[in-house]
């Protein structure tokens, strides 16, 4: 929610109004240039474990991306209709409940001192017609502390981020 041709799409600047089916169309843009800035793979069933991949999380030492898993998915209905971040919902809405998971590290990670965080995910907005269109808002907070290996090496303590996306369903 923070990339500004995206919340420009969404709310352009001055309006009140907000228009998710052009965000959505925005974000397939992306998406089909292979651009995304993360991506949320949720398993069939709700006893494995989810991936969370993005580049905003790497290793220091080897700038690759850290293996974020998702455990202790729930499905919740609580948490209201208020919007996360700071745009409204659609006159529109699309109400459903909102998925819950914790976020770590998968494997704990080498140079990983701890890693927490969590993730939720609801429905925004949705219209049916010759194709589903499907837009989903979020938030993830996530948590690093490195061990002495990385903060010797000049890497410092860690990093720490709490972030609210949109998400569509990849297209395949």
């Not at 929610?1 to 309006?15: D, H, I, R, T």
């Not at 919007?83 to 659609?90: I, K, L, S, T, V």
């Not at 990670?109 to 907005?125: F, Q, V």
């Not at 090496?153 to 990093?159: A, C, P, S, V």
Request: glycine letters at 10%; proline letters at 6%; one cysteine or more.
């Amino acid at each position: 929610m923070k990339l500004s041709f995206l919340n420009e799409v969404y709310c352009p600047a001055g309006s009140t109004d907000v228009y998710p089916e052009e965000l959505y169309k925005k974000i397939l843009t992306y998406q089909a240039k292979k651009d995304n800035t993360a991506q949320i793979v949720l398993p069939e069933v709700r006893v494995e474990n989810g991936t969370f991949h993005t580049p905003i999380f790497k290793d220091p030492m080897e700038e690759m991306p850290f293996d974020i898993i998702i455990t202790d998915l729930v499905v919740s209905s609580k948490g209201g209709p208020a919007a996360f971040g700071e745009y409204d919902r659609p006159k529109d809405d699309w109400k459903g409940p909102c998925l819950k998971g914790k976020l770590q590290i998968e494997n704990g990670g080498c140079g990983i001192k701890t890693s927490s965080g969590k993730i939720e995910i609801r429905p925004l907005w949705k219209k049916e017609g010759a194709e589903v269109m499907e837009l989903f808002e979020g938030s993830f907070t996530f948590d690093v502390k490195y061990s002495a290996m990385y903060s010797k090496r000049g890497h410092g303590k860690g990093q720490n981020l709490t972030l609210n996306f949109w998400a569509v369903r990849a297209q395949t």
